[in-house]
C-alpha cells in the first residue's frame, strides 16, 4: 500500500474544550462528548458487524478502511476487539485516510483520555512519528495488525491504493469505517466520486458504516451500489447509516 511523501503535513489545529479536542478549522468535535469510546463501539464496531464476523471468519486477513484517522480512537476500538476474538494466526490490515492529521503531542493527550486502551496507546504513540513520516505500513501488536495512514484528500489517495502490497496480500476492502467531520462541515470529501472509490474496491460482503444519515450521504452510496439502512444513532444522534455493497445502482 503506497502513501506519498509526507514531508509537507499540512497539521490539524486542535482546540481543547472541556477536555475534549475540537478541530478549529471545521468548527466540529472529532468524537462525541456522550462517550466517544462507545460511540465508536456502537457505529464502527456493531455497525459493521465485527465481532461476529471475526469469531467466525477462517481468513488470513481482514481490511478496514477508514475516511478520517483522527485522534485513532477507532482504529485502538478496533484492534482491541480484533486481539481478543480474531484469529492468532490472522492480520487486520487498518487502512485511514487523513488530510490533517493531529500532532504527537495533540493526539498523546487525546488518548490518554481513554485509560482502558492504555496498553494499546503506548505502542501505537511510540510508533506515530513513523507512521507519519515514513512511506510503508507499520506493524504491531506482535505482529497481528498492519496499520497503514495515507495523507491527503481520501478521495485521491483511494485512487492511488494498492492493496496487493500488504501482508499477506488483500485484494478489496471488507469493511468500511465513514468518519471524518459532518457532511455540513466537511463537504469536500462526502463526494460522488469518493462513494465510487469505495464501490472500486468493495466485494458483495463489503460493509460500511458510518456516523452520518445525512440524505447526500445515503443517496451517494445508494448510487454507487451500496445497500443503505437507517437505526437509531448514538447519543444525540438520532440516526446514523450501514449497509453492505450490492453492486448495482438499484439497490434500496
Request: charged share 20%.
Given at each position: ?13 486542535v ?16 468524537f ?13 464496531l ?17 481490511t478496514i ?22 484469529p ?6 487498518f487502512?485511514?485516510l ?9 493526539i498523546t ?21 513513523s ?17 497503514t ?17 500488504s ?28 462513494f ?11 460493509t460500511?458504516?458510518?456516523f ?9 452510496l ?15 444522534k438520532r ?13 434500496t
Open positions: 500500500m503506497r502513501a506519498k511523501d509526507n514531508a509537507n503535513i499540512e497539521w490539524c489545529h482546540e481543547w474544550k472541556q477536555g475534549q479536542p475540537y478541530a478549529s478549522a471545521f468548527q466540529d468535535v472529532y462525541s462528548s456522550d462517550n466517544g469510546l462507545l460511540e465508536t463501539e456502537y457505529v464502527f456493531q455497525g459493521n458487524n465485527l465481532t461476529y464476523r471475526w469469531q467466525h471468519t477462517e481468513a488470513k486477513a481482514f478502511a477508514e475516511t478520517g484517522f483522527g485522534t485513532g480512537l477507532n482504529f485502538l476500538c478496533a484492534v482491541k476487539n480484533w486481539l481478543e476474538i480474531a492468532k494466526d490472522a492480520v487486520l490490515h487502512i485511514s487523513e488530510k490533517y492529521p493531529l500532532s504527537l503531542s495533540d493527550v487525546a488518548l490518554r483520555l481513554w485509560p482502558e486502551l492504555l496498553n494499546l496507546v503506548e505502542p501505537f504513540l511510540a510508533s506515530y512519528e507512521l507519519l513520516f515514513g512511506k510503508k505500513p507499520i506493524m504491531l501488536f506482535d505482529n497481528r495488525v498492519q496499520l495512514l495515507l495523507i491527503g484528500d481520501a478521495t485521491a489517495s483511494l485512487k492511488t491504493l494498492n492493496l496487493t502490497d501482508n499477506p496480500p488483500s485484494s478489496l476492502i471488507d469493511a468500511w469505517f465513514l468518519d471524518g467531520f459532518s457532511p455540513a462541515k466537511n463537504p469536500d470529501m462526502w463526494q460522488a466520486a469518493l465510487e472509490q469505495m464501490a472500486r474496491l468493495s466485494y458483495q460482503e463489503t460500511f458504516a458510518t452520518t444519515s445525512a440524505g447526500e450521504v445515503r443517496r451517494g445508494l448510487a454507487a451500489g451500496f445497500q443503505v439502512k437507517k437505526q437509531a444513532g448514538f447519543g444525540k440516526e446514523m447509516l450501514f449497509g453492505h455493497f450490492v453492486g448495482n445502482t438499484n439497490a
